[in-house]
Each structure stands twice: as C-alpha cells, then as structure tokens.
C-alpha cells in the first residue's frame, strides 16, 4: 500500500474553482499506479470522479464531471491532481485519492475495486 494524502478542498462559491492534489507521503512511489478520484456526498455512495493511467497518456472520467474536471499527475513530484471548474453545488463531497496497484485503468476501478490505497479524504463545498 502506499499511503496517500489529499490537500486543497475548501469553501467556493458556485462557477468558482479548486484545484485538489493528492501526495504519496512516506517516500513511497506512485508513477506505476493507476491513480483515481472519488467522492462520496452526505447521504450518498462513494462514486467515481476521474482516473488516469500511469504514464498520464489515458484519462478518463464520470459524465458528471466531463468537460468541467481534468485529472493530472506529476510522477517527479509524486503527486496527482484534480482541476475542478465550474463547480456546482452537487459537487459538494468528500473527495478522496485512491491508487490502483497496476499501471493500466481498468474498469472495475471504477466501481472501487482493485484499490490498493485510499486516502483519507479532503472536503470540497460548493455554495449556491
């Protein structure tokens, strides 16, 4: 496993901006992993945000955020990001970082399953 940790969610006014990253503490390494985000909104299942494969060249993401959300990586710096624009008040989550210990995304990663690594979650409130 390799433990992760967000930083960046926070307050914003609706059609505002936030740009989430997650980090791999410990000196761990995540360049061969398959990192992904998700939230999870009060009352709510955890869903499926955006995921991007090892290399960055694939990325893929929930229609819900398509358009709005890029997700990025950083391998020197050992960090992921997620660019979110535009957001709306559903955007109001627990966002949280997860790693895949494989290098190619897969589809059950999607649905939380292959997850080697879960962050402990970073709060994104959008006000209307």
């Known amino acids: 496993q390799v433990p992760l940790v967000e930083s960046g969610g926070g307050l914003v006014q609706a059609g505002g901006s936030l740009r989430l990253s997650c980090a791999a503490s410990?000196?761990?390494?995540?360049?061969?992993?398959?990192m992904g985000w998700f939230r999870q909104a009060p009352g709510k299942e955890r869903e499926f945000v955006a995921a991007?494969?090892?290399?960055?060249?694939?990325?893929y993401y929930a229609d819900s955020v398509k358009g709005r959300f890029t997700i990025s990586r950083d391998n020197a710096k050992n960090t992921v990001y997620l660019q979110m624009n535009s957001l709306k008040p559903e955007d109001t989550a627990v966002y949280y970082c997860a790693a895949r210990p494989r290098r190619y995304y897969s589809g059950s990663f999607s649905y939380g399953n292959d997850v080697g690594s879960w962050g402990q979650g970073t709060q994104v409130t959008v006000s209307s």
């Open positions: 991007i494969n090892w290399s960055g060249e694939s990325t």
């Open positions: 410990s000196g761990r390494i995540i360049s061969r992993n398959t």
